[in-house]
C-alpha cells in the first residue's frame, strides 16, 4: 500500500527554520517526482515545491524562493524540505504527494497526512 508520512512540523518565530520530511512505505520514491504542497485556512491548496525522481531538477514557489530547499534521499525513501527564514505567511498544513510520473507533471497518486506549520511570535 503506497503511503506517506510527513513530520518535522510545529511552531516557530518568524525568522526560524524547520526541516520536515516525507517518508515513503508501501513503494519506493526512486521512479516518481515528489511534491511539497500547503494549505492555508480559507485558502486554495498551493504546490510550494516539486522535485524530479532523480534529485536533478527541481521547482519552487515564488513565495519561498531563496527560503527553501526540496532534497531527496532515495536510498532512504524520504524527501525532504528545508524552510528558513520563516514568515507568519508560510503558517498552513503541509503535505508531500507522490506524482504520477517521474518529472513533475502535477497529476498527484496519493498524499500524505499532512503537518501543520505555524509561525508565529
Known amino acids: 500500500q503506497l503511503q506517506l508520512v510527513e513530520s518535522g512540523g510545529g511552531l516557530v518565530q518568524p525568522g526560524g527554520s524547520l526541516r520536515l520530511s516525507c517518508a515513503a512505505s508501501?513503494?519506493?520514491?526512486?521512479?516518481?517526482?515528489i511534491g511539497w504542497f500547503r494549505q492555508a485556512p480559507g485558502k486554495d491548496r498551493e504546490r510550494v515545491s516539486c522535485?524530479?525522481?532523480?534529485?536533478?531538477?527541481?521547482n519552487y514557489a515564488e513565495s519561498v524562493k531563496g527560503r527553501f530547499t526540496i532534497s531527496r534521499d532515495n536510498a532512504k525513501n524520504t524527501v525532504y524540505l528545508q524552510m528558513n527564514n520563516l514568515k507568519p505567511e508560510d503558517t498552513a498544513v503541509y503535505y508531500c504527494?507522490?506524482?504520477?510520473?517521474?518529472?513533475?507533471?502535477?497529476?498527484?497518486?496519493?498524499w500524505g497526512q499532512g503537518t501543520q506549520v505555524t509561525v508565529s511570535s
Open positions: 508501501g513503494f519506493t520514491l526512486d521512479y516518481y517526482a
Open positions: 522535485i524530479n525522481n532523480s534529485g536533478g531538477r527541481t
Open positions: 504527494a507522490v506524482d504520477m510520473y517521474f518529472y513533475c507533471s502535477g497529476s498527484i497518486l496519493n
